[in-house]
């Protein structure tokens, strides 16, 4: 079965990974990049490859979202992680996913004037641009993937999965995985043994050590040394583009320009507000 690890672009869906993948893929739960493979990305070209579908047809590779995911519930003992970006959408009578399919859901939310930010940062545009893609209902290319993404608008992909069935999905903000990780991560611990069936018994070693390894500054000086095969690559240098860029630091917010905040408040005041962010 499939367990989703869903999110809005640059909103903590990494950080998010890299706790699951140090806990249940590592032997003592310290991090490294080599354990993200174990949580791979859907849509993504490798699902799609052997199945003759046409992936740059949007039409036929919505179609088939559930034909791929099937594949996934063969051995109906072992559980799935799959990361996306995509909103929880529903088009031409064809949905993302399924409860037969689909055990459970943790979607992870960042308040969108940090998203913005990074999501400049990321896609190699400016602010007013980000600003602008946050608005609108548009999909994004991973070049990893190779394959679309149907995100949505930020508060469209928020909402899409709130209406996932309510005891399978857990919502986490990124600042508390930020500020209160060791709680949060005990939160999600407890949320995968309530659904799955072969409970664990959490290991306090291991979440220890994972507290540790996955500090934003250890996850930014480990790319430093070792690259990471996720970031974005400048199309003038062809340099890749730092992918741990600035967190939830202070410093982001500076980079934000009251007319672009105030465009972002303005239109997702009524989601910020039910998240606290306003």
């Known amino acids: 079965m499939i367990f989703w690890l869903a999110s809005y672009p640059k909103s903590g869906n990494t950080l998010l990974r890299s706790l699951l993948a140090s806990y249940f893929y590592s032997k003592d739960g310290f991090f490294n990049f080599e354990l993200l493979k174990n949580i791979p990305y859907f849509p993504s070209h490798n699902f799609y490859k052997n199945l003759n579908i046409d992936i740059k047809d949007d039409h036929e590779v919505i179609k088939n979202y559930i034909n791929v995911q099937k594949k996934f519930i063969q051995n109906k003992k072992r559980i799935f992680f799959l990361k996306t970006h995509s909103s929880l959408l529903r088009a031409n009578n064809h949905s993302f996913t399924n409860l037969q399919t ?104 291991k979440i220890k050590n994972i507290i540790s390894s996955t500090s934003f500054e250890k996850m930014k000086n480990l790319e430093k040394k070792q690259s990471f095969s996720e970031a974005s690559v400048d199309r003038k240098t062809g340099k890749s583009i730092p992918f741990f860029y600035l967190g939830d630091q202070k410093k982001s917010e500076n980079l934000l320009d009251a007319k672009n905040k105030n465009k972002i408040e303005n239109n997702f005041r009524k989601e910020m507000e039910e998240l606290g962010y306003l």
């Open 102 to 205: 689909s055990l459970g859901a943790i979607y992870v939310v960042r308040d969108p004037r940090k998203v913005v930010v990074s999501y400049a940062n990321h896609f190699q545009m400016n602010i007013d641009q980000a600003t602008e893609a946050l608005m609108k209902d548009m999909g994004v290319y991973e070049r990893n993937t190779r394959m679309k993404t149907f995100c949505g608008k930020w508060n469209f992909n928020y909402l899409s999965w709130k209406n996932f069935n309510p005891q399978r999905l857990l919502l986490i903000k990124y600042e508390d995985m930020i500020n209160n990780k060791t709680n949060t991560l005990k939160n999600i611990l407890s949320f995968l043994n309530s659904l799955i069936k072969n409970k664990f018994e959490v290991n306090e070693s």
